[in-house]
């Protein structure tokens, strides 16, 4: 018999009923985010056909899609939003009050994006499964969870029940070992892994990173990874929890405390794959070989390395995706002007990318013409990078210092770009029109965005860093 | 959920591959609180210039494809956000089944509970559909076929709950609540 892998041992301990050739399996949900907007429609049911919320305890509420993040909006509440924005909210606090979920909006404390505020309370935990009416909710597997993106109708499903209908995924083992390279982030290991096995390379799995290149990261890059394992297809990431997990979690307000937290670590210990466990794929990547990553086309999955040259377009969908961008082959994408760098989203927004790319802003101006965003994930990483000098960094250099939410990361909030213009942005979509009808998008990661700021063209973190990189 | 038995239809083709739901609906239309009119937003950027008005050269703008109840469409269709927004779009323009190589998981799962069905072809019936647009298609839901005009049938799969679910309508949140003993049992288990 082969050994378990840690997709096995967390799926085995929360099936209800086992899943036959007619039935999937049901399945328990621990932890179940919810935000304004992909929960109106599952409420509305609910409240229609009389049906209680089962767990208030185990959902947690916030809002972060929708809401504006400039300063001088949010501090003007509901007339800060546009119409359709403001009856979302309201509508989301009305449910959150009727149904008994305790709502972490604006001006709580620990308001923030979904995926940044999880892990923040502790309330993100190895073992867990945690689904959320979002597909960055993969994010979350980077604390040792099986965590993934549902639809409204399972949102639905959750909020009645705390059960899911689920067949059991397949797995796949990405082994990255070795050190990164100078200016080399998580942010470029895991757009290199999209570059190689494609935007549907995962479909079906759920990926476990694994290496030593991924138990050397903290939490901050860790979670960066698995946010973006859904945009190479996966229903889910995962990272074994380890002593930098149990060092994150330990005390903060949700996890456990006293006796039990040596309980529980003891139990989160055992949840690592067993060295004989199988994968269904296996991918292996030498770390030396991942550069900085930049993306010329639209979809995550178009990533080449800074100094690379773009590709010759293969068939029509590369060929229109050029065309969108206004791109063409042959050459690279450094040096290329850019108009807007937004520093910001699930994937890049916690203390450490914030510390990162100040670290290349400190002293330093922003280009003149181009306009740049920081947006913290969070309340708190608002308050802690405030504490440390860095909004001082980024509002010095000349960049906007806003609220916490999803801002530019996708054009729903009022933080859009203007039709054919360049944004370098450290969130994970650069599909068409993602950030504003017409916007194009080059994904990297904070250091490559605070360079490009400075540089007012797609720039190498490697020319900024203190001891003129590698 | 109605029940979803059999879609006869001529089919739309939209070749372009990997066609993520931030072009099937934009993220601007998810300010919505109900489902209402969500058909508006369907590939809004792709349907309509800048200006507002129809973009005559998109393929559901056409006459004769307005009205197709079958979309086939390029390589993995629906991968990115997991709105269900993508879904009721769809189906509240009309489409009934969408055919591809490949399907984003959370795309399949949510078409899957809306009365939308996601077919799965090989590359061979998938170049024959791209190359016929308007072709005639029969699609039986219970047995899992599809067939061009009166030519041979193929089988395709498709989850067996969910496929039952289809074809009588079945609403899974009934069958979950139907399970609270159970439920209820495992977390008491797990005290």
């Known amino acids: 018999m082969t050994g378990k892998s840690m997709l096995d041992k967390i799926w085995e301990s929360h099936v209800v009923v086992p899943e036959t050739q007619q039935n999937p399996a049901i399945l328990y949900i621990d932890l179940h985010l919810i935000h304004e907007v992909t929960t109106p429609q599952a409420f509305s049911l609910l409240r229609e056909k009389g049906i209680p919320v089962r767990r208030p ?11 504006p993040t400039r300063p001088e909006l949010v501090a003007r509440g509901y007339e800060g939003m546009a119409p359709a924005a403001g009856k979302q909210v309201r509508q989301m606090v009305e449910n959150c009050e009727e149904f008994g979920i305790p709502l972490r909006g604006p001006g709580n404390a620990d308001q923030g994006i979904v995926h940044v505020i999880g892990p923040e309370l502790g309330a993100s935990q190895p073992g867990k499964t945690i689904v959320c009416g979002d597909s960055h909710t993969a994010t979350h597997g980077a604390l040792g969870a099986l965590a993934f993106g549902i639809g409204t109708t399972e949102v639905g499903h959750v909020l009645a029940t705390q059960c899911l209908l689920q067949r059991k995924p397949r797995s796949m083992g990405i082994t990255i070992d070795g050190p990164l390279s100078a200016g080399v982030t998580a942010k470029d ?3 290199f892994i999209i570059s190689k096995i494609g935007v549907s390379g995962g479909t079906g799995h759920v990926i476990e990173y694994r290496g030593s290149t991924i138990t050397g ?38 996890a456990p405390a006293g006796a039990d937290w040596d309980k529980a670590v003891e139990q989160w210990k055992a949840l690592s794959s067993d060295p004989d466990a199988r994968f269904d794929r296996e991918v292996l990547i030498d770390a030396a070989e991942i550069p ?22 293969v068939g029509a969908a590369s060929r229109k995706a050029l065309e969108y961008m206004g791109l063409k082959p042959g050459r690279p994408l450094y040096g290329q002007p850019v108009d807007i760098v937004f520093i910001g989203s699930c994937t890049n927004s916690r203390l450490g990318d914030l510390q990162a790319a100040a670290e290349i802003m400190k002293g330093r101006k922003v280009k003149s013409g181009v306009r740049m965003l920081v947006v913290p994930g969070s309340n708190k990483i608002k308050l802690a990078a ?7 960094v980024f509002t010095d250099a000349g960049a906007e210092w806003h609220e916490a939410g999803c801002s530019m990361c996708l054009g729903m909030n009022g933080d859009i770009a203007a039709p054919g213009q360049y944004v370098v942005s450290t969130s994970n979509r650069n599909f068409e029109g993602r950030q504003g009808p017409g916007a194009r998008t080059l994904l990297a990661s904070p250091v490559t965005a605070a360079a490009s700021a400075i540089a007012g063209a797609v720039a190498d973190p490697r020319s900024f860093l203190i001891d003129g990189g590698a | 959920m109605e029940a979803l038995k059999q879609i006869v239809s001529h089919t739309a083709v ?5 066609i993520d739901t931030d072009q099937i609906i934009p993220a601007r239309y998810l300010t919505t609180t109900s489902r209402e009119g969500i058909s508006e937003g369907l590939f809004h950027d792709w349907r309509f210039s800048s200006d507002g008005k129809e973009n005559p050269d998109f393929v559901l703008n056409q006459p004769e494809y307005r009205d197709a109840r079958v979309l086939v469409a390029g ?25 591809s190589t490949r399907f984003a998981d959370i795309f399949r799962s949510n078409a899957l509970k809306n009365g939308l069905l996601p077919i799965v072809v090989d590359k061979q019936a998938h170049d024959w559909l791209l190359d016929h647009p308007g072709a005639r298609v029969r699609v039986d839901v219970e ?27 079945t609403d899974q949140l009934g069958f979950l609540m139907g399970k609270e003993e159970q439920i209820a049992a495992f977390e008491k288990a797990r005290k």
């Open chain 1, 292 to 313: 900085p990553m930049i993306t010329f086309g639209t979809n995550p999955g178009a990533g080449i390395g800074i100094r690379r040259e773009i590709p010759e377009p």
């Open chain 2, 75 to 99: 390589d993995n269709f629906g991968c990115g956000s997991s709105r269900e927004h993508a879904p009721w779009a769809l189906k509240d323009f009309g489409i009934d089944a969408v055919i």
């Open chain 1, 57 to 67: 305890d185990l959902t947690l509420a916030t809002l972060d899609h929708s809401i």
């Open chain 2, 14 to 18: 939209l070749p372009q591959a990997d």
């Open chain 2, 143 to 169: 047995l899992a076929t599809l067939s061009v005009d009166d030519g041979p049938s193929l089988h395709f799969e498709v989850e067996p709950f969910a496929q039952y679910c289809l074809v009588h309508g």
């Open chain 1, 386 to 392: 405030e504490e440390l000098g860095l909004d001082r």
């Open chain 1, 189 to 191: 290991v895991v757009l």
């Open chain 1, 217 to 254: 990261l903290s939490m901050d890059e860790r979670m960066t990874i698995c946010n973006m394992s859904i945009e190479a297809g996966a229903r889910a990431g995962m990272d074994a929890p380890d002593q930098v997990t149990f060092d994150y979690l330990k005390g903060r307000p949700m």
